[in-house]
């Protein structure tokens, strides 16, 4: 058997539902090998085809979606609202999302694992690959990351394209600059703080809620062009801010924070958007 391999073929940018972090923004690069006889071109499968066939599936059916581990015992899913999910931490506290059929994509296991999802993407392309193609291989990996980053999930209403879904992340590098000089100190002080946080912009704030036992929680909703849209989660889980959650928002958010606790000095804000991709802000 030949075999031809596509490594950094994509990169999937997505949110999780985890029993203890909760609401997890997630950023995996996927590699491909492909197994099979060569066809009448002496190939196994044609590198023109492996973008327009292999990543748009995998695009279309992970990329931008909420991704829901089906065995999870917390998992509650409406008969008569089968596109409303609501999904019990460990802690006790809940998460509710309501969106489009396409806004979200059911995977086997109680927590999410990469192989669940390779599987799933397997099954998918083997379906759309030419007969001489015999086995396909998806990897699914993290970014090698040297300094802070953060799992932050946002949703862009006013986004044309699939980022108007409510509950799509990204794992996101931060690199911050003061007077010239790269500060780590800095950069761990904002990945702690957006670690496994919801970025939410008040104009979409629904509602604010306090259950009998205390747990205060906020409700996101919005209509975009894919449809109606809504997300209830933990207080503790959010942060605010006053305007959109574009990268190019965040990094302006980020150094604006940094310059008022620092107004005399320079400050310049890298923030990633996932891998190899985000928004440069100075001040």
Aim: charged letters at 25%.
């Amino acid at each position: 058997m030949n075999h031809l391999f596509v490594d950094n073929l994509t990169v999937i940018d997505f949110a999780y539902l985890d029993p203890d972090r909760g609401l997890v923004g997630e950023s995996w690069i996927a590699d491909v090998v492909l197994g099979g006889e060569l066809d009448d071109q002496g190939m196994v499968f044609d590198f023109s085809d492996v973008k327009k066939t292999i990543k748009r599936v995998i695009d279309e059916r992970v990329d931008h979606r909420l991704v829901v581990p089906t065995d999870h015992p917390g998992l509650t899913v409406d008969p008569a609202a089968p596109n409303t999910l609501t999904w019990t931490l460990t802690d006790g506290s809940r998460i509710v999302h309501r969106g489009p059929r396409e806004a979200f994509v059911m995977v086997s296991g109680e927590t999410l694992t990469t192989s669940a999802v390779a599987g799933l993407l397997e099954a998918e392309l083997s379906a759309v690959l030419p007969d001489n193609v015999k086995s396909i291989r998806v990897g699914l990996r993290e970014e090698d990351i040297d300094g802070a980053y953060y799992h932050y999930v946002h949703g862009l209403k006013k986004h044309r394209g699939n980022c108007q879904r409510i509950a799509h992340g990204h794992r996101s590098p931060i690199r911050i600059r003061r007077n010239g000089q790269r500060d780590p100190a800095l950069e761990q002080t904002w990945a702690q703080r957006w670690r496994d946080i919801y970025v939410g912009t008040e104009e979409d704030v629904s509602e604010r809620l306090t259950d009998p036992d205390g747990t205060q929680y906020v409700a996101f909703e919005y209509q975009a062009n894919q449809g109606d849209f809504h997300l209830t989660l933990p207080a503790s889980r959010v942060y605010m801010m006053q305007t959109d959650t574009t990268v190019e928002l965040i990094a302006s958010h980020i150094a604006d924070q940094c310059k008022a606790e620092r107004p005399g000095e320079r400050i310049q804000v890298r923030a990633f958007e996932g891998v190899g991709k985000g928004a440069l802000a100075e001040r």
